[in-house]
């Protein structure tokens, strides 16, 4: 038995005793415990002269993530044992930082009958009531109670091999199997060979095989399971199948997300991996924002985490050839760019969350003025000039964009009419003028677009503090030119504690909104949707509150 003290040291049971029993430990016969369950902890006292509060553990149930009852290979032994997993909040002793998950097993000898059977009766006793009592405790987000997946419940486990260092698959195996298997979880492993085969495999996949479907990678694979999901004819069904993240990418936006949700302090690496492991076993199930896109060529798409467009989608892009650092990528990446910080020309618009101009709404530098004319707001043309090299050096002209398929013989608007998916009610198609109630923002030069709908753009990066999974809005940022190198960098330094709005940057922009436009300037340029590039070109964009599932623990 793990006999580590909690941060709060052991205190007694706050609720009455249901269960209460004198085992041996099960690696250590000559220690015997007296263990009560409550509805909400176990408690192991070990039976010793020892001063009780030395003695004394006191496990919430909440971070129980399963139990199991079994009796040993040896038939000569009527003894059975159950075991218990958990995986509460510690710090460690030795260093300052903030706690971690860790994994604390408990396991006991149950061996007073002389019957090998009603040994193990008893021990499958104890672990059914584990686990109905952890299963019973209540979990309220925001005062809603989650529902949570059925058990034993049945995955579907993609996991890319190639994401991050490329160490997914021992990640796996060093994790994660293990957890799966405590917490009783049945997962059927694919790992996955080429772009695009998860999203082939979920398109045909009868789903009624798996109660959800989880990724094992950066944020990229989401988003393939996603839209693979909405090409479906039964996507109205598909897309209510809980999904799950493990991160194991360079990114890991949706994960630290996720973690961040849970109210717990950031952590990285390995310890975020535990987190969502444990976030997963758990089983609560949430509602998430999924928003739509439409492309200048007539292609729709869905995005469950961030548009960008500027100096945030170049350092995505770029930083790819340092892929083998991790999650350091994007801060090498962050510095090359700032070394020669480009302008990027081009018209944005959007769709307040609040159709008046609420304080609430910009926390930076205010609303962008309304469009004097509206009727004539962002009408896609070539007319948009961009200043030559020798003019304006720095503007951008890198050439990353990435063709998607195209719809021949059909105009974009009704090709996006033929596409599955909920419909869009704010958005008129990209050929058209907007209505009057949008706002165009007046400057045409940009250092960054970012809209985000998750509070993280990678890891360490808190850009959306006050983002939730189902807020049913659209957290739009935007730089405009005249930001110095130094202000740039300050504001990305900040947002690593997600106190980059409160810079009183001049430069930095800050509005909830419901849809968006923006028309880029003609040239080359990047676009990125939930870190992967798209088309280039004019793109617009709905929330729709509520449409996907989540595993959000």
């Given at each position: 038995m793990d006999r580590r003290r909690a941060d709060s040291d052991f205190i007694t049971a706050s609720s009455p005793v249901?269960?209460?029993?004198?085992?041996?430990?099960?690696?250590?016969?000559?220690?015997?415990?007296?263990?009560?369950?409550?509805?909400?902890?176990?408690?192991?006292?070990?039976?010793?002269?020892?001063?009780?509060?030395?003695?004394?553990?006191?496990?919430?149930?909440?971070?129980?993530?399963?139990?199991?009852?079994?009796?040993?290979?040896?038939?000569?032994?009527?003894?059975?044992?159950?075991?218990?997993?958990?995986?509460?909040?510690?710090?460690?002793?030795?260093?300052?930082?903030?706690?971690?998950?860790?994994?604390?097993?408990?396991?006991?000898?149950?061996?007073?009958?002389?019957?090998?059977?009603?040994?193990?009766?008893?021990?499958?006793?104890?672990?059914?009531?584990?686990?109905?009592?952890?299963?019973?405790?209540?979990?309220?987000r925001d005062g809603v109670l989650l529902s949570s997946l059925p058990r034993p419940c049945r995955l579907m486990l993609f996991v890319n091999p190639q994401s991050g260092?490329?160490?997914?698959?021992?990640?796996?195996?060093?994790?994660?199997?293990?957890?799966?298997?405590?917490?009783?979880?049945?997962?059927?492993?694919?790992?996955?060979?080429?772009?695009?085969?998860?999203?082939?495999?979920?398109?045909?996949?009868?789903?009624?095989?798996w109660d959800a479907l989880v990724i094992m990678s950066g944020d990229g694979l989401l988003h393939e399971v996603?839209?693979?999901?909405?090409?479906?004819?039964?996507?109205?069904?598909?897309?209510?199948?809980?999904?799950?993240?493990?991160?194991?990418?360079?990114?890991?936006?949706?994960?630290?997300?996720?973690h961040y949700y849970s109210g717990v302090p950031q952590v990285t690496s390995e310890e975020l991996l535990v987190s969502c492991g444990f976030l997963l076993c758990k089983g609560l199930v949430s509602h998430m924002d999924l928003v739509s896109l439409h492309l200048s060529s007539g292609d729709r798409l869905f995005s469950f985490l961030?548009?960008?467009?500027?100096?945030?989608?170049?350092?995505?892009?770029?930083?790819?050839?340092?892929?083998?650092?991790?999650?350091?990528?994007?801060?090498?990446?962050?510095?090359?760019?700032?070394?020669?910080?480009?302008?990027?020309?081009?018209?944005?618009?959007?769709?307040?969350?609040?159709?008046?101009?609420?304080?609430?709404?910009?926390?930076?530098?205010?609303?962008?003025?309304?469009?004097?004319?509206?009727?004539?707001?962002?009408?896609?043309?070539?007319?948009?000039?961009q200043p030559s090299e020798d003019s304006c050096p720095n503007t951008c002209h890198s050439n990353n964009s990435l063709k998607l398929r195209r719809t021949e013989g059909k105009s974009a608007q009704s090709a996006t009419k033929d596409l599955p998916g909920p419909p869009d009610t704010l958005l008129p198609p990209l050929d058209q003028p907007l209505p009057s109630d949008w706002v165009l923002v007046p400057e045409e030069d940009f250092v960054l677009m970012l809209a985000m709908y998750q509070s993280h753009l990678a890891e360490d990066l808190l850009a959306a503090p006050d983002a939730r999974l189902d807020d049913g809005v659209i957290h739009l940022f935007y730089v405009t030119a005249g930001i110095s190198r130094n202000a740039l960098l300050r504001l990305f330094l900040a947002m690593e504690k997600g106190t980059h709005l409160h810079t009183n940057c001049q430069h930095l922009v800050h509005v909830k909104v419901q849809a968006l436009r923006l028309e880029p300037g003609t040239g080359k340029g990047i676009i990125t949707v939930d870190g992967e590039v798209v088309e280039y070109g004019a793109i617009q964009a709905e929330v729709h509150g509520g449409l996907g599932r989540l595993i959000s623990g």
């Open positions: 249901t269960l209460y029993g004198e085992f041996t430990q099960g690696n250590n016969r000559k220690v015997r415990c007296a263990v009560q369950l409550t509805e909400k902890d176990l408690v192991v006292q070990r039976l010793s002269s020892a001063p009780v509060g030395r003695n004394k553990v006191v496990l919430s149930l909440r971070e129980c993530v399963g139990c199991r009852a079994y009796r040993e290979d040896d038939k000569a032994d009527p003894s059975a044992y159950f075991a218990a997993y958990f995986y509460p909040l510690r710090k460690r002793r030795w260093m300052k930082c903030a706690p971690w998950r860790q994994r604390v097993e408990l396991c006991f000898r149950l061996a007073a009958l002389q019957e090998p059977h009603a040994n193990l009766e008893e021990a499958e006793k104890w672990a059914r009531a584990v686990r109905e009592r952890s299963a019973r405790q209540q979990h309220l260092k490329g160490q997914a698959l021992s990640l796996y195996d060093n994790h994660i199997r293990r957890m799966f298997n405590e917490a009783g979880v049945i997962h059927t492993l694919i790992i996955t060979e080429r772009q695009n085969h998860a999203r082939e495999r979920v398109r045909d996949a009868e789903l009624s095989q996603i839209n693979g999901l909405l090409e479906r004819p039964d996507w109205e069904e598909a897309i209510r199948t809980p999904l799950g993240i493990l991160p194991s990418g360079s990114g890991n936006a949706l994960a630290a997300s996720v961030s548009l960008a467009w500027g100096f945030v989608a170049d350092v995505d892009v770029e930083s790819e050839k340092y892929r083998h650092a991790g999650a350091a990528r994007f801060t090498v990446g962050t510095l090359v760019r700032l070394a020669s910080l480009r302008i990027y020309k081009g018209k944005l618009a959007y769709l307040p969350a609040s159709r008046g101009r609420s304080k609430d709404n910009v926390l930076q530098k205010g609303a962008a003025a309304c469009c004097r004319n509206p009727a004539s707001c962002l009408e896609p043309s070539s007319s948009a000039k």
